[in-house]
């Protein structure tokens, strides 16, 4: 059973991460033309969305033995389909990534977590890192609340550089097998363009993008097996994540 994540993550990837960068290499179309940095300021709201640290558990601490690892992939719909077609020559429905997922409990109610994704037949990657701090842990009697702090990058793209940091405040509440969670936070992400995309005729600059977002899931937990479904939205964005796997 410990294989199926893995299988998942693989099967995902194939799937769904070659359009996750919305073209192969995410480059700038040489017609992209003269308002340009509006087309990319558009196309970075869309992915600072879909690349912020997702939640994918829920509030509650997981100890100083607990381990979990799991498959999970992201689905979120672009706002700026025209900013898309205008800066890559490509028309885009959505930003998406596949990946793997560990998270590790330490001492007096932390824990950290990590994620990374690779596109299949690209030098393209992303990945994360998360601290979380449990104010309650939870229990029986009473729900867990946590707050955490995450950092995303990339790497491989060409023409900008791109990095985002969030916090967050989650609660949760077990009842059996079912762990309801919901969230609240911020998202501050800078996407900074280099190389030749700086020069005319782009004269591409530095975009940050700002947003609060508010996050609900159901942690599902059969033996060791875990479903978790979380919905999302940051700014405009409505973004859709599964994760699964196991944790102990």
């Known amino acids: 059973m410990r294989r199926l994540p893995t299988a998942v993550a693989l099967l995902a990837a194939t799937t769904f991460a070659p359009a996750a960068f919305a073209s192969t290499e995410f480059s700038v179309a040489p017609d992209c033309g003269v308002t340009c940095q509006s087309a990319f300021e558009g196309a970075v709201e869309d992915i600072s969305a879909a690349l912020n640290y997702k939640a994918l558990a829920p509030a509650e601490s997981t100890g100083l033995l607990g381990f979990g690892i799991g498959a ?29 997922v ?34 309650l842990e939870g229990g029986v009697a009473e729900p867990a609340l946590a707050v955490r702090g995450a950092y995303t990058a990339t790497s491989g793209i060409d023409d900008f550089d791109y990095e985002a940091y969030s916090v967050d405040m989650a609660l949760s509440k ?3 097998f079912l762990t309801p ?48 479904p979380e919905y999302e939205r940051q700014g405009d964005n409505n973004g859709y994540s599964l994760r699964l796997g196991f944790s102990f």
């Open 72 to 100: 999970f992939v992201n689905y979120t719909p672009v706002e700026n389909k025209s900013d898309w077609k205008q800066l890559t020559g490509t028309n885009v429905d959505f930003v998406g990534m596949a990946g793997v």
């Open 102 to 135: 560990v998270s590790k409990g330490l001492p007096f109610g932390f824990d950290v977590g990590a994620f990374y994704t690779a596109v299949p037949d690209t030098s393209v990657s992303a990945f994360g890192a998360e601290l979380r701090y449990a104010i």
């Open 174 to 176: 077990g009842f059996t």
């Open 181 to 228: 969670y919901i969230g609240a936070g911020y998202v501050w992400s800078t996407a900074t363009p280099q190389g030749t995309v700086t020069e005319a005729p782009f004269n591409l600059r530095k975009v940050d993008v700002d947003h609060e977002r508010i996050y609900v899931g159901l942690r599902v937990t059969l033996a060791i097996l875990e479903l978790t």
